[in-house]
C-alpha cells in the first residue's frame, strides 16, 4: 500500500488544527502509520525543501518552517499521494477549493498550515528523512479493510 508524508505546519499546530487535519484523512479512510510533534533543525527543513533552494521565499520559507513545532505523519492507502494532495488544496490557499483543508483554513501561501508530499519517489524519500528510523504499518484489520475497499 501506498504511503505519503503529511506534515501539520507550525501555523497549523498553532492554530490548533493537528485534529481537524487527522480528523480528515481518518474519515476519508487512510490509515496512520507514524506521528510525531518535533521540532525540525533548520538543516532538516533546508534538506526538505532542497528544490526550492534558490526561490526568493525560500529563506522565509525556513524561517516559517522553524518557528514552531510541525506535527509529522505517515498515511497510508490507495492513491494516498494524490489524494493526500487534493485533500491538501493547492499551495495558493486563495486558489484552493472549499473542502480541502487549505480551502478552508488559510489564506496566504507562505501560512498555508500543511505539507503532502507530491509524488511516491518525493514520499519515500520525505519519510525516511523525517522517520529516520523506520515506519511499521500495522497487521491489516481485514474486516475494516474490507469496509474501505473492494479486495
Ligand atoms: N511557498 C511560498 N511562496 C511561494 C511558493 C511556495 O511561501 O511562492 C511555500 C509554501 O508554504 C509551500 C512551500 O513553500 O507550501 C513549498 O512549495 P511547493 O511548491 O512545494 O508547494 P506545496 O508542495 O507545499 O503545495
Ligand atoms: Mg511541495
Same mark, same amino acid.
Given at each position: $500500500?501506498?504511503?505519503?508524508?503529511?506534515?501539520?505546519?507550525?501555523?497549523?499546530?498553532?492554530? #490548533?488544527?493537528?485534529?481537524?487535519?487527522?480528523?480528515?484523512? &481518518? *474519515? %476519508?479512510?487512510?490509515?496512520?502509520?507514524?506521528? &510525531?510533534?518535533?521540532?525540525?533543525?533548520? *538543516?532538516?527543513?533546508?534538506?526538505?525543501? *532542497?528544490?526550492?533552494?534558490?526561490?526568493?521565499?525560500?529563506? #522565509?520559507?525556513?524561517?516559517? $518552517?522553524?518557528?514552531?513545532?510541525?506535527?509529522?505523519?505517515? +498515511?497510508?492507502?490507495?492513491?494516498?499521494?494524490?489524494?493526500?494532495?487534493?485533500?491538501?488544496?493547492?499551495?495558493?490557499?486563495?486558489?484552493?477549493?472549499?473542502?480541502?483543508? %487549505?480551502?478552508?483554513?488559510?489564506?496566504?501561501?507562505?501560512?498555508?498550515?500543511?505539507?503532502?508530499?507530491?509524488?511516491?519517489?518525493?514520499? *519515500?524519500?520525505?519519510?525516511? $528523512? +523525517?522517520?529516520? %528510523?523506520?515506519?511499521?504499518?500495522?497487521?491489516?484489520?481485514?474486516?475494516?479493510?474490507?469496509?474501505?475497499?473492494?479486495?
Amino acid at each position: $500500500m501506498e504511503q505519503t508524508y503529511i506534515m501539520i505546519k507550525p501555523d497549523g499546530v498553532a492554530r #490548533g488544527l493537528v485534529g481537524e487535519i487527522i480528523k480528515r484523512f &481518518e *474519515q %476519508r479512510g487512510y490509515q496512520l502509520a507514524a506521528l &510525531e510533534l518535533m521540532n525540525p533543525t533548520k *538543516q532538516l527543513l533546508e534538506e526538505h525543501y *532542497q528544490d526550492l533552494k534558490g526561490k526568493g521565499f525560500f529563506a #522565509g520559507l525556513i524561517e516559517y $518552517m522553524a518557528s514552531g513545532p510541525v506535527v509529522g505523519m505517515v +498515511w497510508v492507502g490507495k492513491d494516498v499521494v494524490k489524494v493526500g494532495r487534493k485533500m491538501l488544496g493547492e499551495t495558493n490557499p486563495l486558489a484552493s477549493a472549499a473542502g480541502t483543508i %487549505r480551502g478552508d483554513f488559510c489564506i496566504e501561501v507562505g501560512r498555508n498550515i500543511c505539507h503532502g508530499s507530491d509524488s511516491v519517489e518525493s514520499a *519515500q524519500r520525505e519519510i525516511a $528523512m +523525517w522517520f529516520p %528510523r523506520g515506519v511499521k504499518v500495522a497487521s491489516r484489520n481485514t474486516s475494516l479493510h474490507a469496509l474501505i475497499y473492494e479486495n
